[in-house]
């Protein structure tokens, strides 16, 4: 790693999921935030299994993504992740931020999860 703020924030990240960690009761959303995309899955850390995801890639958000903005993108991804989650019965989660700030495309994320009726 020769960048300083990957590095950086792989130790954040390192550091959180000492203190995080998913069942299949209450699964770890974690997210992934690159320059142009945003991906989110629930992992169950006991059986080491991915119950659900989504990515601001996928063919089913892209047609119902906003035409601008990374912002509003992120908000309906999280609406979009809240539903998938309610489908398979899980009302309650551990957000894992990834080491990134909870600020920004992150936070409009989680607002929207939890707006979507899962709780944190």
Do not use: W
Not at 60 to 66: E, N, V
Not at 71 to 89: D, N, Q, R, S, V
Not at 92 to 112: L, N, S, T
């Amino acid at each position: 790693m020769s960048n300083k703020k990957e590095s950086g924030r792989l130790a954040r990240h390192r550091r959180i999921r000492r203190k995080i960690f998913g069942t299949a009761e209450c699964p770890r959303v974690v997210v992934h935030r690159s320059l142009m995309n945003l991906q989110a899955q629930a992992i169950d850390d006991v059986g080491q299994k991915t119950l659900a995801a989504c990515s601001s890639c996928d063919k089913d958000f892209m047609k119902q993504a906003p035409s601008k903005g990374k912002l509003p993108a992120a908000e309906k991804l999280g609406e979009m992740f809240a539903g998938e989650l309610k489908k398979k019965g899980i009302e309650k989660i551990a957000f894992d931020r990834g080491g990134y700030q909870y600020h920004g495309r992150v936070k409009a994320f989680a607002e929207a999860v939890r707006k979507g009726g899962i709780r944190f």
